[in-house]
């Protein structure tokens, strides 16, 4: 059975980091496309930065510069460093693993609330 399982959200200032963490169970990070997505409520979720199995990385506009996504292959987990954190990052994170055939698979998510 697949698994991903986030970690590392919570309430942080303007201004501030944190380091999200997805870890997978019953697949290899490492030969999947690994993502991390956000959702506020209301609104759909949108995709936040991507590493690849050969580890090219790319990342939405709004967070170029500021988030860092990672991967630790002997952990089987993926990061997604966040920093310099803005009001409008708030949002529920999640991991997103992606495989060929429309094979993908989800965590369940973690909470990031930005504010002062």
């Known amino acids: 059975q697949v698994q991903l399982v986030e970690s590392g959200g919570g309430l942080v200032q303007p201004g501030g980091s944190l380091r999200l963490s997805c870890t997978a169970s019953?697949?290899?990070?490492?030969?999947?496309?690994m993502g991390w997505y956000r959702q506020v409520p209301g609104k759909e979720r949108e995709w936040v930065a991507s590493?690849?199995?050969?580890?090219?990385?790319v990342y939405q506009d709004s967070v170029k510069g500021r988030f860092t996504i990672s991967r630790d292959n002997a952990k089987n987990t993926v990061y997604l460093q966040t920093d310099n954190l803005k009001s409008e990052d708030t949002a529920v994170y999640y991991c997103k693993a992606s495989y060929r055939f429309g094979i993908h698979y989800w965590g369940k998510g973690t909470l990031v609330t930005v504010s002062s």
């Open positions: 019953g697949i290899i990070v490492n030969d999947y496309a």
């Open positions: 590493v690849t199995s050969d580890g090219s990385t």
